[in-house]
């Protein structure tokens, strides 16, 4: 077992002009123990790459998110994230998670898919009659899930608009300045204080309704901010993260002709080869969310001293040749893929079963719908973003 004060190498290691793996989590992966590793800003950490360590680290109450509001966390922007429900351990956490859970239950999920599979239609429609190229980013793959959540929290149409800028911004990794993620992170905690004021005068059937049913109906269980603050996170990870997997998703098919082919096919495979990609495509530009020991533990063959932060890179996890066949091989048929696509353990991702079905309805409907589909033009891919995936796609058919 060791603890060695090697020097801390930088991260994140994956680019973002580009969906691979980076190199170095491989060769990391495959040496002895943890790496130490520095990001831009925050205090070093040790790097979590191999399946079995991932699981630990996030499944085990011995981590702690919360141990990071006293921590300088490391992270890849000045400014410092009010993680809100993301930065919570239990009962806190529990207290949070439990209230909005029943909005994304297997049940209350596919009761929404009719609605995503005719806003599908809708939307390939429109492509349709545009004709070649269009933006898949801004005319199919960011309307879909901006349309179900906005629906489940009650967001005007009119208003939806508007929070793409904040949601940029509050994935942003290094163009903003602390004033200016501060500034940001305030007006859009300005703009939710407002509609949850709308919806306590006028209450609706939504998500946002039932919060503040919640809240006003027993206080200790949500304060205000809390409650503002968990609307602006479903809000902001309820897109952002599946509008970047369609057109990463179909960049991968498309690199992947075999696949594709034995997809269109057998469409009724498409809920398994959603689990592939989502294994197979790591999203972020690298890992985040730092786990902090509340006791020496060894990790991965590493002593890790209490109060040391870890950093789990589920996309290197998902590659580990220890938990899964040939992990650098697409393989849609894949059994029993326990991937960590939406985390593992108490955090894992509350939308993860919406996701999916968005993911399954958008990627089926697509590539039936056009035989032929291929990327027309250059793909402008974000930078300085969480996570990873085309701004812009032209494509054709």
Partial sequence: MTNTGTTAVAYPFNTADGLQLAEEYERVRDRPGLLRVQMPYGEPAWLVTRYADARLVLGDARFSRAAGATHDEPRQSEGRTDSGILGMDPPDHTRLRSLVAKAFTVRQVERLRPQVRALTAALLDELEAAGPPVDLVDRYALPIPVAVICRLLGVPVADRPLFRVWSDAALSTSSLTAEEFDANREELRSYMAELIHLHRRDPQDDLMSALIEARDGDGDRLSELELIDLCVAVLVAGHETTASQIPNFVLTLL???????????????????????????????GA??????????????????????????????????????????????????????????????????????ELQEALGALILRFPGLKVVGDVTWKTQMLVRGPRVMPIGW
């Fill in 255 to 285: 690199d992947h002709p075999d696949q594709l082919t034995l997809l269109r096919q057998n469409p009724a495979l498409i809920a398994q080869a959603v689990e592939e990609l989502l294994r197979f495509v790591p999203l972020g530009s």
């Fill in 288 to 357: 985040g969310q730092a786990r902090y020991a509340t006791e020496d533990i060894e990790v991965g063959g590493t002593l890790v001293k209490a109060g040391d932060p870890l950093l789990v890179a589920t996309g290197a996890a998902n590659r580990d040749a220890l938990r899964f066949t040939a992990p650098g091989v697409l393989d849609i048929q894949r059994p029993s893929n326990q991937h960590l696509g939406f985390g593992h353990g108490v955090h894992h991702c509350l939308g993860a079963q919406l996701a999916r079905m």
